[in-house]
């Protein structure tokens, strides 16, 4: 073997693959302290795109749940207050019910109109005042559309729920405009509750059915948001316990390679003794 002063070949080759472990254990450390196998596009590129795919998936959802949720709220303001509304529907089928007998006087007749007409204005109110979010619920253009999406035009839907104007006026196609003041009166009055109660309770049916589509549709998101959650898990999460083996393996390798680069540039001395 020729001896060379000029260059250190040896030393060349041990500082390269020093530089290359050094390289490893960094990005091993930087692995164990993020927790993350993929902390840049250099790690996995392909893997960095399916995960970063995988996450606008899991956002879109998770908002998409607490639209859907939203949505199951307002319902259940509308449907309480629609509650209201049949409690006082009850009690004007009552005053319609005494009025229109024969042994109530007119006077008696004029007390019971009295309170019928403040239950038509309490309707009025709750279909004017009910409101969620700030939003008035009843209303001549009111409806609610609800939109579950995972950020791919594929995976957008919606639901949508027709409310419409609720008051003394507008129950259903109803209207409660006639009075008690008449037993024939009273008695008219009395078909037209009871049909505003239908009209209510089919209204009620309707959000109903559309508040237990929100809340399956919740649950169906859920699903989702934990399935795709542990795919992206696995594509971008660190093995703790595979990166804790590579972590001992270079830093046992980067202690070696720096005693190897020290007995390389003691090799290049030895020519000293040839001249000795």
């Known amino acids: 073997m020729s001896l060379s002063i000029l260059n250190n070949i040896s030393s060349l080759s041990a500082q390269n693959q020093l530089n290359l472990t050094q390289m490893s254990l960094n990005k091993t450390l930087q692995q164990l302290s993020s927790g993350s196998r993929i902390n840049s596009g250099a790690d996995d590129a392909a893997g960095l795109a399916i995960a970063d795919g995988l996450n606008a998936n899991i956002t879109a959802l998770t908002q998409s749940t607490r639209n859907a949720t939203d949505g199951v709220g307002m319902l259940q303001v509308a449907d309480g207050a629609l509650s209201q509304i049949t409690s006082l529907l009850n009690r004007a089928v009552t005053l319609a019910t005494e009025s229109s007998t024969g042994t109530v006087s007119d006077s008696q007749r004029t007390a019971l109109d009295a309170e019928f007409t403040s239950i038509k204005t309490e309707i009025d109110t709750i279909g004017q005042k009910?409101?969620?979010?700030?939003?008035?619920?009843?209303?001549?253009?009111?409806?609610?559309?609800?939109?579950?999406?995972?950020?791919?035009?594929?995976?957008?839907?919606?639901?949508?729920?027709?409310?419409?104007?609720?008051?003394?006026?507008?129950?259903?196609?109803?209207?409660?405009?006639?009075?008690?003041?008449?037993?024939?009166?009273?008695?008219?009055?009395?078909?037209?509750?009871?049909?505003?109660?239908?009209?209510?309770?089919?209204?009620?049916?309707?959000?109903?059915?559309s508040s237990n589509q929100l809340q399956a549709a919740s649950g169906v998101m859920s699903n989702q948001i934990q399935n795709l959650t542990s795919a992206e898990d696995g594509i971008r999460s660190a093995d703790i316990a595979q990166t804790s083996a590579a972590l001992s393996k270079f830093s046992i390798l980067q202690q070696t390679g720096i005693t190897a680069l020290q007995q390389s540039n003691q090799m290049q001395q030895s020519v000293l003794k040839l001249l000795q």
């Open 130 to 209: 009910t409101t969620y979010n700030g939003q008035a619920i009843f209303g001549a253009a009111a409806n609610l559309t609800v939109y579950m999406s995972d950020s791919s035009s594929a995976g957008t839907s919606s639901v949508s729920v027709t409310i419409g104007q609720v008051d003394s006026t507008h129950l259903g196609s109803t209207s409660l405009s006639g009075d008690l003041t008449t037993a024939g009166n009273a008695q008219t009055s009395l078909g037209t509750i009871n049909s505003a109660i239908a009209a209510v309770a089919s209204l009620r049916g309707t959000l109903g059915a």
